[in-house]
Each structure stands twice: as C-alpha cells, then as structure tokens.
C-alpha cells in the first residue's frame, strides 16, 4: 500500500524498552489488513528511543491525535484498509460491514425499532433510546450559554451552531445555500435535480421532503391539528401556529439591517432583502415579468391563462 506508516507513539514507561511498550500496543489490536503495515509500524516504534515517547498518539497522514491506544489503532485500520463496504444505491462507504447492513435500511425503508407508545419507528436503536425521552420527559444535555436543555447530543451541537456560534458547515456548490446539518444539504439539492420522491395519492402533489407530504395530506383529511388558545386559528404544521402566536404577543424577532423593517418569520426577512439587493429570482416563461416572491409569479401566471378563482 502507497502510504505512510502510522508514527504511533506510546505512552512514557519507566524502565520498559520501546520493544515491551510495543508488544502490549499491538495485544490490543485485531487482525489488520495486512501483515506488512503492522510490522512497519513494529520498525518504527521499535526505532524510537524510549526518552521521547509522549502520551500522545498521533497519526502523521492526517491531524488525528488521542491518547489512547485503542483510538489510534482503529483510526490506523481506517488508513490501511483495503476492504471497503459500498453501498450499490448511492456514494456510502465504510470500513464495518454491519454499518452497511444498517445503512441499507435507508434505502429499503425498514425500521425495526418501534416505539410502544405511539407510532414511532427508526432504523437505529440509539435512535429509538432518544425517542423515548420525548415521553419521559427527560432531557439530559444542556446548553453552557442558556438554558436549552434537549434528548441528544446531536440536538445540543447544533442548537449551539445553529443559535450561538451560527457555523454553516456545509454548503452547497450550484448556489449560495449553507447549513448546518448534512441531511438538510443533501434535500436542498434535490431542488436543483428536480427530484420529488415523495407523492400524493390522492391529487399531483409531489415533495422533496417525507413532512412535506405528511402535512399535504392533512389538506385532503381536513386536519389541522394545531390551534391557538387565544382565537380561533387552526393549522396543518406547529411551524405555522408558533407564527401566528407572534401576532398576539406582537413578538417581531427578525429585522432589518439596512431599514426599520421587522418580521415574524425569517422567510419574510429573506423575501424583504431582496427589496434592497434588487433580486428577482422568479420570472415569467411568457413575458419579462420579474419578482421576488414565487406566490407573486404564480398570481401573475393568471393572467396568461385567464384564469379568474374569485367570483
């Protein structure tokens, strides 16, 4: 394999040759890809003189660093393994044929964890175990800033990202469009590939995200099961009830920084800047028409098709 050896440095022992520090190394290991990068490594450590080992075990083809043995050998099998595990529906790769088989349920849509009190089901069952936290009430990981408290580490980092620090980590490289979770990036795209995977069976309707149809279908069911307990609003989605509470409370947390302009919703800021940077991004396929609101395009189509709802 064309690739550096591994500089693995081990623990500072008193007494003990870089010889003994190594047999006890590579006990802990399991069986690697091949023989001949372990004993490359064997050479090495057992080239080192005992005065400069350090407690820190880093890996010289990448900045990984730990400071403990099992870390590095694992890392390590991840550089020197030729065996990878691909899946044939998408780019996934990985080094553990069980992350595969789970992997794989992706795309067969199996979840066979399920929770008993209401109808929730994952593929995983660290996922399940955080689920179940949301009926318990526990919420075990808190915010050092405020006082967000949550089920999962996961939702604390990006909690932190998405409301102190405000890092976007992932970008995309046909428009500006950055965020924080990979999944969110990987359904933006779908925009610019047209795909629409998930349908109605019911009307035409089709969407790029599985809530997006789920809250659709409530159109057709009459549903909406979120209200306001001060008049008599009723929606489809919380998103849109949390909103419409802002009316009453007069809250307008998203302003502008070049005017007086302030909003309930970040969309409307969004739409409002475009006032100033003079973007129309939506535009008529018939005449020159231009705008920045795609709900303003689609009013203007009617009048090509002379179509007239309201009588």
Partial sequence: MKQKSLNILTKKTSGASSKDILSKLISHSHKTQKNTDITAVRTQVEQTPVAQLTEIFNCDICEFKTSRKRNILAHYKAHVAKQMFCCNNCDYKCTNKKKLICHMKIHTREKPFSCNICEYKCIRKYNLQAHMKIHTGEKPFSCHICEYKCISKYMLQTHIMRIHTGEKRFSCNICEYKCIQ??????????????????????????????????????????????????????????????????????????????KYQCIQKSNLQSHMKIHTGEKPFSCHICKYHCIQKNNLQKHMKIHTREKPFS
């Fill in 182 to 259: 990979k999944s969110n990036l990987l359904t933006h795209m779908k925009i610019h590939t047209g795909e629409k995977p998930f349908s109605c069976n019911i009307c035409e309707y089709k969407s790029i995200r599985k809530g997006d149809l789920q809250s659709h279908i409530k159109i057709h069911a009459g549903e909406k099961p979120f209200s306001c307990n001060i008049c008599e609003y009723k929606s489809i989605r919380k998103g849109d009830l949390q909103s419409h509470i802002k009316i009453h409370t007069g809250e307008k947390p998203f302003s502008c920084n070049i005017c």
